[in-house]
């Protein structure tokens, strides 16, 4: 089973139960609990007016919907284009903009604010805040193996999550320079002329290595920019398609539901399979989940339904009318709705706009890898990474390098795979991701609702019923983009899952031999006051994942040493499955006599530990240590792949793998290099 307990020393933390007077979940009974629309999450900005509420909206235009507020540029443009296009109908016209128009509805506003978004883990979303409220506890029973394999499952769409961060900037900075096509063919005279749609993968590329070149320096210098930038996008393109919607009024009649209904009556199969480009309007769908704990829904819901929402619909509707009013466009080749609805002396200004759009939503993508891999490794499901916070005032702008060059890479290599197909070759590869990890967390939805808020099960079957059977429309009509590039999210997202869960399972097969080459701390301490060992000054600090026991590095250090310090803490680093634990509650002490004193500090998967902040923290509780008079002893393990612990051979060799490339456990939790020694053992897995 993949175990909730903490690891062993020197090594990344893993999750436990939270602590004493913490819920693991909101109950219906808290406050700020998910048992029904409008509660206030206990995590979030604060908002004390309408101003606060109008500034926190604009931010989250930025981040929450920069990836659904640019996919104008491309959504549309492939339900026409592509091995399953439809051709261009008035019937079919009306019939895509009335599934794109119902899909918003419900995937949107029906599935995520209206339900998905209560179920929240101490006002924070997203899937793998799921997987800390659903973490399995007590014994495996049949229960408990239940409760596995929705881990595992729930693991899957976390790593689906990783093949979307890598394919959307790439089809969103491709759709955007497309636009370059549309008012300039070509540039230059005669034989000096160059066609500029071979410039598009060269300028693609170039903008993207810029944006990952960025990382490094934060985003709190431009982040300021990001909502403005998508307050102009989406008045703009509500702006054309308003402006083409008074041309074609007609395509009003779209809401009807009827004419989707007829669109798959008529083309059956081939209706069904146009789903694959229609789910491209609702991506971004699970961003008002993820990013609910940073801007809170109230801020969500409003920049949605006052701006986002609007604006999508009137330029999907002014596409639609431009195609009814003018029929099949003259060069396929370079067919784009968005930039046909664009007055010819507007066009390159929107060109820059729509770049700097797909910048910011292309950013949001890389800040959520960022944050869901520091959360994968604070819940023991990754290695530990560098985690670089890029400013001193908001904890939640961090930046991975490992995570920032694995898809600067993948992006580019997409951007050289797709250079003839351009964004319509790409969004085959797109929309897996997204409906897998949609479909997924339906399924955890229904286990929240039901052990959380003691939901019926017909009222469960019916509502998350409905959910998977869009879900999973959704995602039947992309299987048929698999072999056209949607193995590339499916590959990915394979390998991802492939590290998480060997990398759990190995920390909890290194755990078990901890523990038993461990001694209890009774035990430990009586044999240690017969021994009457000699004392030097100062601190010793002992990491360890089993609080009840003494450390194997403390037992290798006293059988080579033959001393100790005259005060020993036997620190233990705990990740609950709660998005933070304040200051206030998160450090306990225990005098054990001899010198030796137990700490356990208390972190959430939203944080970073810090071993000298956690050791500040004691002083109030009796614990006096002075900082230049303090050694930390952390273990440093070889791996073997040669023992029984049950593990295949592939994943023995892929857990020592990332085990020797993972960060330090000194620069992971805080500590002063100069300050630390580390005592190697071989440990056979």
């Not at 934060?218 to 083409?244: N, Q, R």
């Not at 009556?265 to 008002?288: C, D």
């Not at 046909?340 to 390159?348: F, G, N």
């Not at 939203?606 to 273990?635: H, R, W």
Request: hydrophobic residues 50%; contains cysteine.
């Amino acid at each position: 089973m993949l175990p909730t307990q903490p690891v062993p020393s020197g090594q990344s933390p893993s999750t436990s139960t939270a602590p004493s007077g913490r819920s693991l979940g909101n109950s219906p009974s808290s406050p700020g609990s998910p048992s029904g629309p409008g509660h206030s999450p206990a995590h979030g900005p604060k908002i004390e007016n309408t101003s606060d509420l109008v500034k926190v909206a604009l931010a989250a235009l930025g981040v929450v919907y920069g990836d659904i507020g640019t996919s104008p540029l491309y959504a549309f443009k492939e339900c026409f284009s592509g091995e399953h296009q439809v051709p261009i109908t008035e019937a079919n016209v009306l019939g895509i903009l009335s599934l794109i128009f119902w899909s918003l509805l419900l995937v949107v506003v029906f599935k995520y604010m209206t339900f998905i978004m209560r179920a929240d883990n101490h006002g924070e979303g997203g899937i793998l805040s799921l997987l800390a409220v659903l973490a399995p506890r007590g014994n495996v029973d049949r229960r408990a193996w239940g409760r596995l394999f929705l881990i595992l499952l729930g693991l899957f769409g976390a790593a689906l999550l990783y093949g979307d961060g890598v394919i959307t900037p790439v089809i969103s900075v491709y759709s955007a320079i497309e636009g370059v096509r549309v008012f300039a063919p070509h540039i230059g005279h005669g034989t000096f002329a160059v066609s500029t749609a071979n410039l598009v993968m060269p300028l693609t590329a170039s903008i993207l290595v810029l944006l990952f070149l960025m990382q490094k320096r934060g985003t709190a210098s431009v982040g300021a920019l990001f909502g403005p930038v998508m307050l102009v996008w989406f008045v703009s393109i509500a702006a054309l398609g308003f402006a083409s919607l008074i041309q074609q009024p007609t395509v009003l009649r779209a809401v009807n539901p009827i004419y989707a209904l007829r669109f798959f009556a008529e083309h059956k199969l081939h209706g069904f399979l146009a789903l694959g480009a229609v789910v491209l309007a609702v991506t971004g769908g699970e961003a008002l989940y993820a990013d609910m704990g940073h801007f809170g829904q109230r801020s969500i819901r409003l920049a949605w339904f006052a701006l986002v929402l609007p604006a999508l619909l009137l330029n999907y509707l002014g596409q639609g009318a431009h195609l009814l009013l003018h029929g099949k466009p003259d060069n396929m080749a370079q067919f784009s709705p968005f930039y046909q609805i664009v007055p010819s002396w507007a066009t390159a200004p929107m060109v820059v706009v729509a770049t700097l759009a797909t910048i910011v939503a292309s950013q949001a993508l890389i800040s959520g890898a960022f944050s869901l891999t520091r959360q994968a490794v604070q819940l023991g499901y990754w290695p530990r990474v560098a985690v670089v916070h890029t400013s001193g005032d908001a904890e939640g702008q961090i930046y991975v390098p490992e995570i920032n060059w694995a898809m600067m890479v993948g992006c580019l290599a997409l951007v050289i795979a797709f250079r003839h197909e351009g964004s319509t070759g790409l969004a085959a590869a797109y929309g897996i991701a997204v409906t897998g990890t949609m479909s997924i967390t339906s399924v955890l939805f229904a286990v929240v609702a039901r052990e959380r808020w003691d939901w019926s099960l017909p009222k469960i079957f019916f509502l998350v019923g409905l959910f998977l059977f869009i879900d999973l429309s959704f995602m039947g009509a992309n299987f048929a983009k698999i072999a056209d590039g949607g193995w590339i999210p499916l590959a990915v997202a394979m390998g991802i899952f492939a590290i998480m869960t060997t990398w759990k399972s190995g920390r909890a097969a290194l755990e078990q031999f901890v523990q038993s080459a461990s001694l209890p701390m009774d035990l430990f301490l009586g044999d240690l006051m017969e021994r009457k060992l000699p004392r030097v000054r100062g601190t010793a600090v002992f990491m360890t994942g089993n609080p009840d026991g003494a450390p194997v590095v403390l037992l290798h250090h006293i059988k080579h040493n033959k001393a100790l310090h005259e005060q020993i803490v036997l620190l233990s680093v705990v990740t609950d499955r709660v998005p933070e634990v304040p200051a206030a509650t998160r450090v306990s002490v225990k005098d054990l006599g001899q010198g030796f004193f137990q700490v356990v500090a208390h972190y959430g998967f939203m944080q970073s530990p810090n071993v000298p902040e956690v050791l500040g923290l004691c002083k109030g509780q009796g614990l006096k240590t002075a900082d230049g008079d303090i050694s930390y002893f952390l273990g440093r393990e070889t791996l073997l792949t040669t023992g029984k612990s049950g593990m295949s051979r592939w994943r023995k060799l892929l857990f020592a793998f990332l085990s020797r490339n993972a960060r330090s456990a000194t620069s992971f939790f805080g500590i002063p290099p100069n300050r630390v020694v580390e005592m190697g053992a071989q440990i056979e897995l």
